[in-house]
């Protein structure tokens, strides 16, 4: 009975995300369509060269210099991504978690954390590394490799330079 009941608040949470996450995805849809019409428009009535429009321009000109910027972007958001994840997880796992620490700095694209537990353990740490399950055979762990140090409560102290705490709220 408790499993329907976790599973069902879960799968409620799961939902209430989604719809969110179209909710936003849809406005940031519409203002695109309003600055393409707008463009459009704009540049057929009288000529003039929107943001946009320049834009699109230059990547005519210039596709290659349009493609790099758009793969940099691309890598940017993906690393971003990754990091949304990880932290999830981190989230979900909150029982047995005291602190998380991220490395602030980039390091061959490589995501890095420091995770103190709340009582250090094999099983704890099972569930830490559970995310390596579905994500360490992903195409994204060799483009963006993900490495979690555990490390006791006395290190904290001194690991308070280039890393920043992660709430776990």
Do not use: C, W
């Not at 409620?12 to 936003?24: G, M, P, R, T, V």
């Amino acid at each position: 009975m408790a499993t329907t009941t976790t599973f069902s608040s879960k799968q409620q949470s799961i939902d209430e995300k989604l719809h969110a996450f179209f909710y936003y995805l849809q406005e940031d849809l519409d203002k695109f369509k309003s600055e393409v019409e707008k463009s459009y428009e704009l540049y057929r009535k009288i000529g003039k060269k929107t943001e946009l429009t320049q834009l699109i321009e230059e990547n005519i000109k210039n596709p290659s210099k349009g493609f790099l910027a758009n793969a940099d972007e691309v890598n940017q958001v993906a690393f971003a991504i990754v990091n949304a994840q990880v932290i999830m997880h981190f989230k979900s796992n909150n029982e047995v978690i005291s602190k998380v620490f991220q490395i602030v700095r980039k390091i061959d694209g490589a995501l890095r954390y420091f995770v103190v537990l709340k009582k250090d353990n094999l099983s704890n740490r099972r569930k830490i590394y559970t995310f390596f399950d579905k994500y360490g055979v992903s195409d994204l762990a060799n483009k963006f490799p993900v490495y979690i140090e555990f490390i006791s409560k006395d290190l904290v102290s001194k690991i308070n330079v280039g890393v920043k705490e992660i709430s776990l709220k």
